[in-house]
Every structure is written in C-alpha cells, then in structure tokens.
C-alpha cells in the first residue's frame, strides 16, 4: 500500500528555515500530483504547495509565496518543502500528500504530519 512519511519539522525562531521531506513508497511522484497541507489548532487544514507529475507546475498559497518552495526528487521518491523566513503563523502540523494524475483534486493519500512550531 501507499505510504507516505514527513520528517523535518520542529522548532525554530521567527526567519529562520526548515526543510521538510516526505518519502513515498508504492507510488511513482513522476505520475502523481504532491503537495503539503498544514492545519494549526482550532483551524481548518490549508493547502500550501502542489508539484503536478511533470514538476513544471507548481501553486502555493499567497501567505507562502516567495518563502516556500517545493521540490522533489523522483529518484528518491521523496517530496520536500523548504521553508525560509518562517513566522509565527507558519506553526502548524503539516502533512504531505499524493493524488493519482486523473483525479489530482482528490488527495487520497496522505502521511501523518510532522509539527513545525515558530517562536517570535
């Protein structure tokens, strides 16, 4: 079956940077859609990024434009979300996910969420 396990997050003060990565196994990346979610306590869960199956496309969020970039490796199977000039309101649980290509809005597979906690 699908797995998808994040790994990376943590604590770090306002402008520092994370890298999160999230390795894939049982799915080729080169044929799916990826991204990464977060959901901090008490709100609903945002998208952040998107990498569609050939990499040339890529969506962020508008709070994260200019400060996130998602990345992937196809030999390694790993998606990564590198996050600079992170603040306060970056803090969040964030997951990685994976669509099949012919259904890239239905983000079937998900991993179990790495915390990222910004301090001011």
């Known amino acids: 079956q699908v797995q998808l396990v994040e790994s990376g997050g943590g604590s770090v003060q306002a402008e520092g940077s994370l890298r999160l990565s999230c390795v894939v196994s049982?799915?080729?990346?080169?044929?799916?859609?990826t991204g990464w979610f977060r959901q901090a306590p008490g709100k609903g869960r945002e998208k952040v990024a998107t990498?569609?199956?050939?990499?040339?496309?890529?969506y962020y969020v508008d709070s994260v434009k200019g400060r996130f970039t998602v990345s992937r490796d196809n030999a390694k199977n790993t998606l990564y979300l590198q996050m600079n000039n992170l603040k306060s309101e970056d803090s969040a649980m964030y997951y990685c996910?994976?669509?099949?290509?012919?259904?890239?809005?239905?983000?079937?597979?998900w991993g179990q969420g790495t915390q990222v906690t910004v301090s001011s």
């Open positions: 990498i569609s199956p050939s990499g040339r496309n890529t």
């Open positions: 049982r799915m080729d990346l080169s044929a799916s859609y």
């Open positions: 996910a994976a669509a099949r290509s012919w259904s890239p809005s239905n983000w079937s597979y």
